[in-house]
C-alpha cells in the first residue's frame, strides 16, 4: 500500500494539546452516545413502553371494563396511583436497560469501550459519562411513558402537578439514580449473569417499589413496610407521586429527596470504583 | 542522551491473586528512540500484552518507573494517553457505529472539532483503502479490514506513540503484509512503534529493535542483523531422524565447524559456523542412521530464543 507519503501530509489539524481537555473529550464521548442512540431510537423507545403500555391497557382499559376492578386509594383510582409508578419504572429501568447491560457486555465480550478507555481524560470522569449520558435517556423515557398512562386508562385520571420545581427535581434525582444502579450493576454482573439479575433483583425490585400502591398503605404489613426502604425504586415512585399526583398519600419529600440524594452518590461512588477496578488491573 | 519516546525502568507487574498471584513482568528495562520501530517477541503468557498494558495507563505497575513521550504513565494517565495510540489483542472496535464513526468519535475524543475530525476520518478511510466501507459497522469486516481500521483509529489523533499488540494475530499472509506495510509507513513518518508479536518473522523483517521476552524478563535486545549473530553461528541445521543415538551425537558434533549439538523433538539441532559444506558433512555423518530428512539455514531469531531458554518459540 502506498500510504507512506499520503499519512504524512501535514496536519491541518491542531497538534495535541500539552493538557488535553477534559471537558471535550467527555462531550466527545457524549456526542458517540447520542448518535447510537439516535440509530437505535426505535428500539429504546419499543423496550421503553411495551411494560406500561400493556400494563395500563389490561388492568386500567380492560379489567374495568370485564368488571374485574382494584379499587385505588380514597378518592384516587387505581390508574392514578399507576401513573407515577409507572413512569418511575421507566426511569429506572434506563438504568439497567441502557448502561448495566451493554456495560456488562463490553466489559467482559465484546471489549468495544477499549478504545473510549484510551481517551484522554481520568477513567472516573469516563465511567460518569455512563450515568450522565443515561440521565438523559431516563428522562426521554419518562416523557415517552407519561402520555401512555395519562391518556390509555378507561377511568380518569388526576394528575395535578403542584411544584414543577419537585417534579424537575425528583425526575433529575431518580435518572441519576437509575444511571448509577446501572453502572453499579453493569460493573458486578458478568453477561451470562443478567439473566439471573433480572430474576433476582429487577423482579423483587419492581414489585416491592412502591409502583402499584403507594407506600403508605405498606403500614398494614410493618415489616415489609421497612424492609422495602432499601429498594431506589420505592423513592422514585413516592417522589413522583408526591409532584404528580398529591392528593394521594405519599411519602414526605425531605424523606424521598433525602434517600434520592444518598442513592445516587452511593451508587455512582460504588459503580464508579467497579469500573475502575474492571478496567484498570 | 536524547529523550527516549518510550522510558521503562525496572517494571515489575504481579497481579493479585491466590498463592501470592503472577508475577507477569519481572524486572523490565526498555528504551525506545524517537521514530524507531521495537518489538518484543516471546511467547504466550511472557508479560508482553503486560507490558504494554502498563505503558498505555491500562495496568498499574507493582513497581518501576514508565514513561511515554517524557510523560509519566502513572502519574498523569490521561496525559500519557494524549500523546499515544493503541491497537489491543481484541479486536475492540465499537460495533454500533460504522467505520466512519469509529475514526470520527475518535477524534473528538481527543479534543477534535467536528469540521477537522471529519476531514480526518475521510482521509484516514481513504488512505487505509476502506472508504468503500465507510458506512459499515465493523461487524461485517473481515480481520483484515478490521485491523486497518483499528490501526487508522489508533493514529487518527496524531500521537507521537503507537502501540500495536500483536497486529497481525490471526491475519492470513496478505493481510499480514497488508499491516506491515502499514506500519513501515507510519515509521517513516517519525511514529514511534512498539509491538508485539510471537512471529519470529514480523520480529525479523519489521523491527529496528527486538527484545526476546520469557517469564517477565528481558533476555536479550538488540536489532534482528546483530542478535541473529549474537550465536557466532553462521548456520542451523535440523536434522530428523528415526531414533536418536549418542554415536550419532557425537559425529554430528565431530563435525568440522559445527559448534553446538542440541537433540529435539525429532532429532537434533546444530550449530555451525558456515553453511558451506555443512549439508554433505551432515548427510555423510548420518548416513546408517534412520536419517529422515535435514535442512540448512541461516539462524534465525528463534535460534537465539533456543539458544536462550532450550524451548521452541512456539509449542
Ligand atoms: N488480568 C490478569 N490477572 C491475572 N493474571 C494475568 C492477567 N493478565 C495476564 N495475566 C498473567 O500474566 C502473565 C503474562 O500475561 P501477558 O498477557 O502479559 O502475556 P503475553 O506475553 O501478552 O502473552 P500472549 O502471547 O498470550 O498474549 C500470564 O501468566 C498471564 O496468565
Ligand atoms: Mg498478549
Not at chain 2, 532429532?267 to 534412520?290: D, I, K, N
Request: proline share 6%; with cysteine; glycine share 8%.
Amino acid at each position: 500500500m502506498s500510504t507512506t507519503e499520503t499519512l504524512a501530509a501535514p496536519p491541518q489539524a491542531p497538534a495535541a494539546p500539552a493538557r488535553p481537555s477534559y471537558a471535550r473529550a467527555f462531550w466527545g464521548l457524549m456526542l458517540r452516545d447520542a448518535r447510537l442512540l439516535r440509530r437505535d431510537l426505535f428500539s429504546f423507545v419499543v423496550r421503553t413502553i411495551m411494560n406500561p403500555l400493556f400494563f395500563v391497557f389490561i388492568f386500567t382499559d380492560i379489567m374495568p371494563k370485564i368488571g374485574q376492578n382494584f379499587s385505588g386509594v380514597g378518592a384516587a383510582n387505581f390508574a392514578t396511583i399507576l401513573v407515577p409508578g409507572l413512569v418511575a419504572i421507566a426511569i429506572l429501568f434506563q438504568g439497567i436497560m441502557a448502561v448495566a447491560m451493554p456495560l456488562s457486555i463490553e466489559l467482559s465480550g465484546t471489549h468495544e469501550i477499549e478504545d473510549r478507555l484510551m481517551a484522554p481524560l481520568p477513567i472516573a470522569w469516563t465511567a460518569f459519562e455512563k450515568i450522565f449520558f443515561s440521565v438523559f435517556q431516563s428522562i426521554l423515557a419518562a416523557l415517552v411513558v407519561f402520555p401512555m398512562v395519562y391518556f390509555i386508562p378507561a377511568t380518569p385520571v388526576h394528575v395535578q402537578v403542584a411544584s414543577w420545581w419537585l417534579l424537575a427535581v425528583v425526575i433529575v434525582l431518580s435518572s441519576f439514580t437509575a444511571g448509577a444502579l446501572g453502572l453499579t450493576i453493569g460493573t458486578l454482573v458478568k453477561p451470562q449473569q443478567i439473566g439471573m439479575i433480572f430474576a433476582v433483583v429487577v423482579t423483587p425490585i419492581i414489585f416491592l417499589g412502591c409502583v402499584y400502591y403507594p407506600w403508605a398503605l405498606l403500614r398494614r404489613v410493618k415489616w415489609l413496610q421497612i424492609a422495602t426502604l432499601a429498594n431506589p425504586l420505592v423513592y422514585v415512585s413516592e417522589g413522583l407521586r408526591a409532584a404528580l399526583t398529591p392528593a394521594v398519600p405519599h411519602m414526605p419529600a425531605w424523606a424521598f429527596l433525602a434517600a434520592l440524594v444518598l442513592s445516587a452518590a452511593g451508587f455512582s461512588w460504588w459503580g464508579i470504583a467497579g469500573f475502575r477496578r474492571r478496567v484498570i488491573n | 542522551m536524547p529523550q527516549a519516546a518510550i522510558e521503562v525502568e525496572n517494571l515489575v507487574k504481579r497481579y493479585a491473586g491466590p498463592g501470592g498471584g503472577v508475577l507477569a513482568v519481572d524486572g523490565v528495562n526498555l528504551r525506545v528512540a524517537q521514530g524507531e520501530l521495537f518489538g518484543l517477541l516471546g511467547p504466550n503468557g511472557a508479560g508482553k500484552s503486560t507490558t504494554i498494558g502498563v505503558c498505555t495507563t491500562r495496568v498499574r505497575p507493582t513497581s518501576g518507573r514508565i514513561r511515554v513521550g517524557g510523560v509519566d504513565v502513572a502519574a498523569e494517565p490521561p496525559r500519557a494517553r494524549a500523546g499515544m495510540g493503541v491497537v489491543t489483542q481484541f479486536r475492540a472496535l465499537d460495533r454500533g457505529a460504522t467505520a466512519w464513526e469509529n475514526l470520527y468519535f475518535h477524534c473528538r475524543y481527543f479534543g477534535w472539532p467536528a469540521a477537522a475530525s471529519r476531514r480526518r476520518a475521510d482521509e484516514l478511510l481513504a488512505q487505509f483503502q476502506l472508504a468503500d466501507r465507510r458506512d459499515a459497522t465493523p461487524e461485517a469486516f473481515s480481520g483484515g479490514m478490521a485491523q486497518r481500521l483499528q490501526i487508522a483509529r489508533a493514529v487518527a489523533h496524531r500521537p507521537r506513540v503507537l502501540f500495536l499488540d500483536e497486529p497481525t494475530a490471526g491475519l492470513d499472509p496478505q493481510s499480514r503484509m497488508a499491516v506491515w506495510d502499514l506500519v513501515r509507513g507510519l515509521r517513516a513518518e517519525g511514529m514511534t512503534v512498539l509491538l508485539t508479536t510471537h512471529y519470529i518473522e514480523e520480529a525479523e523483517r519489521l523491527c529496528d529493535q527486538v527484545a526476546i521476552v520469557d517469564h517477565g524478563k528481558i533476555l536479550v535486545c538488540d536489532t534482528p542483523a546483530r542478535l541473529k549473530q549474537s550465536t557466532g553461528a553462521g548456520a542451523v541445521a535440523r536434522v530428523s531422524v528415526e531414533q536418536a543415538s549418542a554415536e550419532l551425537e557425537a559425529r554430528l558434533r565431530a563435525l568440522p565447524g559445527v559448534t553446538e549439538v542440541e537433540p529435539t523433538a525429532e532429532g537434533y539441532r546444530l550449530l555451525a559456523h558456515a553453511r558451506e559444506g555443512l549439508a554433505p558433512a551432515v548427510a555423510a555423518a548420518a548416513q546408517g542412521f534412520g536419517l529422515r530428512d535435514f535442512s540448512v539455514h541461516e539462524p534465525s531469531l528463534e535460534t537465539i530464543f533456543i539458544h536462550l531458554t532450550g524451548r521452541e518459540l512456539r509449542e
